[in-house]
T-cell receptor, first 109, second 114 residues
Framework: RKEVEQDPGPFNVPEGATVAFNCTYS??????FFWYRQDCRKEPKLLMS???SGNEDGRFTAQLNRASQYISLLIRDSKLSDSATYLC??????????FGSGTRLQVQP | DAGVTQSPTHLIKTRGQQVTLRCSPK?????VSWYQQALGQGPQFIFQ???????QRGNFPDRFSGHQFPNYSSELNVNALLLGDSALYLC?????????????FGPGTRLLVL
C-alpha cells in the first residue's frame, strides 16, 4: 500500500460549488498533515497545516479521521483561481516529506 | 523578505552529462531539502542538508549528490544523466526551530535530458 493515496481527478466543478477531496495515509504515526497547492508548472505552496482533528481557513476546511486514516479538504464557493493540484502530506516527524500524487481541480466558469 | 530561490530556471542536457543546480534558502532558514518531481507525480525526496552535512537521504542513486555551504545555500549535482532524470527539481527550506519544520519551496529548475 502506498504511504499516501489521492484520487488524481480531475474534479471538474462550476464556480461557486463545494468540492471535497480525500487523502488516505498508511502510517498511523503521522502526527500532523499539510495540504499544499500546486499550480501548473509552479512550485507547491503551503495551503494549510492540520495538527489536531481539523483546521479551517476561510473557504477551506480540512478534517482528519485518524481511525480511518484519511484527511479531507473541503473547498466552499469555488473560485476559478482555485484550479490547481492539491497535494496531501502526512508528517511523521521524519525530515523528508512524503507527497501524494495530488488531486487536480478544475473550476469552470 | 526573500523566499527560496533556485537557478537556473530551465536546463537542457544530453545523456551522460553532469548538471549542478543551485538553491538559496528563505531568510532565517538553515535546512535545505531537495525533491524531484516527474510529470504527473508528487515531489519525491532526494536528500536534506543541515549544518553542511547530508542528514537524510531518499531512495536515489549515488549519481545524485549535494553540498551545503556555510551561508546555508545548497547545490544538487547529478552525474551521468539519464533520460529519466528529466523532471522539475525543487528545493525547500526550513528551520528546525519552526513548528513541524514546515518546508517552503522554491520555483524549481526544470531539467530536460535529451
Amino acid at each position: 500500500r502506498k504511504e499516501v493515496e489521492q484520487d488524481p481527478g480531475p474534479f471538474n466543478v462550476p464556480e461557486g460549488a463545494t468540492v471535497a477531496f480525500n487523502c488516505t495515509y498508511s502510517n498511523s504515526a503521522s502526527q500532523s498533515f499539510f495540504w499544499y497547492r500546486q499550480d501548473c508548472r509552479k512550485e507547491p505552496k503551503l495551503l494549510m497545516s492540520v495538527y489536531s482533528s481539523g483546521n479551517e481557513d476561510g473557504r477551506f476546511t480540512a478534517q482528519l479521521n485518524r481511525a480511518s486514516q484519511y484527511i479531507s479538504l473541503l473547498i466552499r464557493d469555488s473560485k476559478l483561481s482555485d484550479s490547481a493540484t492539491y497535494l496531501c502530506v502526512p508528517y511523521t516527524g521524519r525530515r523528508a516529506l512524503t507527497f501524494g500524487s495530488g488531486t487536480r481541480l478544475q473550476v469552470q466558469p | 523578505d526573500a523566499g527560496v530561490t533556485q537557478s537556473p530556471t530551465h536546463l537542457i542536457k544530453t545523456r551522460g552529462q553532469q548538471v549542478t543546480l543551485r538553491c538559496s534558502p528563505k531568510s532565517g532558514h538553515d535546512t535545505v531539502s531537495w525533491y524531484q518531481q516527474a510529470l504527473g507525480q508528487g515531489p519525491q525526496f532526494i536528500f536534506q542538508y543541515y549544518e553542511e552535512e547530508e542528514r537524510q537521504r531518499g531512495n536515489f542513486p549515488d549519481r545524485f549528490s549535494g553540498h551545503q555551504f556555510p551561508n546555508y545555500s545548497s547545490e544538487l549535482n547529478v552525474n551521468a544523466l539519464l533520460l529519466g532524470d528529466s523532471a522539475l527539481y525543487l528545493c525547500a527550506s526550513s528551520s528546525p526551530g519552526t513548528h513541524q519544520e514546515t518546508q517552503y519551496f522554491g520555483p524549481g529548475t526544470r531539467l530536460l535530458v535529451l
